[in-house]
């Protein structure tokens, strides 16, 4: 059995975030198939050994299980070194940028995403254009930021591009953007991730197949 176990499917992002992590830093892991379009993260059961919280990415190291990408990402780097933060002033700026990934970045792109391309509900246009307008003020946040500087915190990659990164590399016909065509310096930021060891795109390095979005 592996080191780590990394519990999820190719379609989410978050669980991806931890496999370009674990596959950089060229870790002993293998995934679990879990799926959240089957059910699995419902299931009282699965809830009850793996995460109250019904969600995954689930780290199992050991006996241990870790959920939340960055709180897996921040003991990841801090156990292992591997993209750790280079001074204590880094560590807190790489905080700061996984909080604001979470809260606005991925929260609402993931959210869009999955409305928009895999909800069995029709989207209600509304809802899609407020989220639209929250995830290009994002993107104009982390564009501008990538304009003078190659990775998000400090001068080489630490676990806050992997974080970012992680709904980057899904196609336009799931995420309604074409990131290629309206923000370069993220698009040349995720080639530059993409050039790390082990990189895979999330439907090659986890498992569960390639989705066919709903519409
Ligand atoms: N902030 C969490 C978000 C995790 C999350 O939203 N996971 C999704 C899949 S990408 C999930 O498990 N959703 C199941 C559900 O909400 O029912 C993280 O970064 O780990």
């Known amino acids: 059995m592996a080191t ?10 978050n669980t991806y975030k931890v496999a370009m992590y674990l596959a950089a830093a060229g870790l002993d ?14 299931d009282p059961a699965w809830r009850a050994t793996y995460n109250p919280m019904g969600e995954i990415p689930v780290l199992e190291i050991g006996a241990r299980k870790l959920t939340q990408s960055g709180a897996i990402l ?16 880094d560590k807190s700026e790489i905080l700061r940028w996984i909080l604001w990934d979470n809260h606005k970045f991925t929260n609402h792109f993931a959210a ?8 069995p509900q029709e989207p209600q246009p509304q809802v899609l254009e407020w989220l639209k307008v929250h995830i ?5 946040v982390l564009e501008q930021h990538l304009a003078t500087r190659a990775y998000v915190v400090g001068s080489k990659p630490t676990i806050a591009d992997f974080s970012l990164a992680g709904y980057m590399y899904y196609p ?7 990131l ?31 989705p066919k979005p709903l519409r």
Do not use: C
Not at 74 to 86: C, I, K, P, R, Y
Not at 136 to 140: E, F, G, H, M
Not at 172 to 178: H, K, M, R, V
Not at 181 to 208: D, S, V
């Open 4 to 13: 780590y176990r990394l519990h999820g499917f190719g379609r989410s992002g």
């Open 29 to 42: 892991w293998e995934p679990v198939f879990v799926s959240v379009a089957a059910g699995d993260t419902r």
């Open 74 to 89: 921040m003991e990841l780097a801090d156990s292992t070194g591997h993209f750790a933060a280079a001074t204590p002033e």
């Open 112 to 119: 869009r995403r999955f409305i928009k391309a895999f909800a």
């Open 136 to 140: 290009d003020q994002n993107l104009a």
């Open 172 to 178: 336009t016909a799931e995420t309604g953007f074409d």
């Open 180 to 210: 290629a065509a309206t923000n370069p310096n993220i698009t040349a930021w995720a080639a530059r991730i993409a050039k790390l060891p082990g990189w895979k795109h999330p439907y090659e390095m986890l498992p569960g197949g390639i």
